[in-house]
């Protein structure tokens, strides 16, 4: 079965960090495009970053180029979101999910909160 397991958001307040987790399992990771994405309370989804299948090409929305880096380890089949210098407009709930170009499989997203 294919699935997506988000895990590692919290309450942390402006200028902190935190590092998002996404376990893949029913397929290898590393074999496709994979995308963070989120929605803050009350709008739609925002595409955060992307990382391409098999090789290195990383992007990220300008909102947080800079601050968040993305990451995986093929041996955990896990994708990773590294947010640094977070800010109270990156509070949203926050999905991993293989892009086949439309989000295939997402998985049920990890809340962020960024207050003080």
């Known amino acids: 079965q294919v699935q997506l397991v988000e895990s590692g958001g919290g309450l942390v307040q402006p200028g902190n960090s935190l590092r998002l987790s996404c376990a893949a399992s029913?397929?290898?990771?590393?074999?496709?495009?994979m995308s963070w994405v989120r929605q803050a309370p009350g709008k739609g989804l925002e595409w955060v970053s992307g990382?391409?299948?098999?090789?290195?090409?990383?992007i990220y929305a300008d909102s947080v180029k800079g601050r968040f880096t993305i990451s995986r380890d093929s041996a955990k089949n896990t994708l990773y979101l590294q947010m640094d210098s977070l800010k109270t407009e990156d509070t949203a709930v926050y999905y991993c999910?293989?892009?086949?170009?439309?989000?295939?499989?997402w998985g049920q997203g990890t809340l962020v909160t960024v207050s003080s």
């Open positions: 029913g397929f290898t990771l590393s074999s496709y495009y």
């Open positions: 999910a293989k892009d086949s170009g439309y989000l295939e499989v």
């Open positions: 990382f391409s299948e098999g090789g290195d090409s990383k």
